[in-house]
Structure formats: C-alpha cells, structure tokens
C-alpha cells in the first residue's frame, strides 16, 4: 500500500497571498487529520475529516480551511498569509481505531 | 478535554544503557494511546501503541512502553540505546469516542557513542 502522500513538499508564498496543500490518504482510510507543526508550538491540531465532513476542528482562526473529497483525499486552505504561518504542515490518515499515518509534510515559508 | 504531558524537552543517554521517555496524560474514559518518532524534516513514523489488553506494549525497534492507568502515564523505553535512536519523540492521547488525538509537546532524545 501507498503511505501518505502531500503535495507539494516545499512551498514559498508572500504574505497576503493564499495556498492550498494536498494530502492523499492510504487507501481505504476515511479519516484525515491536519496538524501544524512549530518550533515554538509544537504540533497543534487543524481539523479532522471523515467521510467528507469536518468531524473536528482545533483552535485555528478562520483563515485555516479545509475540505476532504469523495475519494478521500484533502486539502488544507490557508488564505491571507502571515509570517507566523510558516510551518511544517502534516497529514494524516487512519481507518477506526488505529494509529495513525503520517505524509512527509509540507514546509510553509511565508517571507 | 484531553491532554498530554512530556515534561522532559531533551534527554540524553549513552549507547547501551537504557532509555525511557517520559509521557502522562489527561483524558475522559479510557484512552487510546501512541508512541511516534519523527527524524528531521519528516513526518512521524508511528512507533507503538495501547489500546487495549497487556500493560506492556512492544513496538518497532525494539521500542515498548508501559501503560500504567492509576499514574496516567505511558512511558517509553527501550532498553538498550543506539545511536540511531536519536530524533524527536512524540506521545499522543486520543478519546475513544473522539476522532482527535492530542499531541505531546515532544522529547528529544540524544543517543551519545
């Protein structure tokens, strides 16, 4: 089986603009959680997706989105861009109550 | 609300001795809990996990931890060290019921030859 994929893995943005990351999850897996991960912050939960729908969100602001397609595969929104998102973004995939797997990342350089 | 503690930032060990990270949490019933260990600029990599059963739990090399409900702690260790173990570990606490887990703020550990 395929693991996690992310595209793209390394992205450079402006602040203002906006970004969109893909995660393919493992095959037959429902669930996708996003998580940020800071030097500072640690590994701070996004929001999770399952079978379509945002089943959980963390404590990000509005300008933090995403949406899981049929297919199961997500994508992670962030519009208007700050410095302080620059980040390695995460994600992952599970099916019931199994650990779960994680993409490589994708590293969010906001200059 | 669920939570997890690692309060130790960075540990350090020589080769060959033992090693043991440090991880207690906070959660509503009974927990679904899990190791990982992250290497730089890559994703966690899933180490081992309790869900139900034995206390001890063996996972990927040679890694186990040890879940002990009245401590609300689940420590790993391992123990004989190497120096490849060196990375970043992280515990995490997910409700039964909940889809969301709830990540550690992670553990460095230093493997010294």
């Known amino acids: 089986k395929a693991g996690v994929t992310q595209t793209p893995r390394y992205l450079i943005k402006t602040r203002g603009q906006q970004v969109t990351l893909s995660c393919s999850p493992i095959s037959g897996h429902r669930s996708v959680s996003w998580y940020q991960q800071t030097p500072g912050q640690g590994l701070q939960f996004l929001f999770e997706?399952?079978?379509?729908?945002?089943?959980n969100k963390g404590n990000f602001p509005g300008r933090f989105s995403g949406r899981q397609f049929s297919n199961s595969r997500s994508e992670m929104n962030v519009s208007t861009l700050e410095l302080g998102d620059s980040a390695l973004y995460l994600c992952?995939?599970?099916?019931?109550?199994?650990?779960?797997?994680f993409g490589q990342g994708t590293r969010l350089t906001v200059v | 609300a669920q939570s997890v503690a690692q309060p130790e930032d960075q540990v350090n060990v020589a080769e060959g001795n033992p090693l043991t990270v440090k991880c207690t949490y906070s959660?509503?019933?009974?927990?679904?809990l899990f190791w990982y260990v992250q290497y730089p600029n890559r994703g966690l990599q899933f180490l081992l996990k309790y869900i139900t059963g034995d206390n001890l739990v063996k996972g990927s090399y040679g890694f186990e931890a040890e879940f002990n409900k009245s401590q609300t702690s689940f420590h790993l260790k391992k123990p004989s060290a190497l120096v490849s173990d060196s990375a970043l570990y992280f515990c995490a606490v997910r409700e039964r019921r909940a889809g969301k887990s709830t990540f550690g703020d992670g553990t460095t550990l230093t493997v010294k030859p």
């Open positions: 959660v509503s019933g009974n927990p679904y």
């Open positions: 992952a995939s599970r099916e019931g109550a199994t650990e779960a797997f």
């Open positions: 997706y399952f079978s379509e729908t945002q089943r």
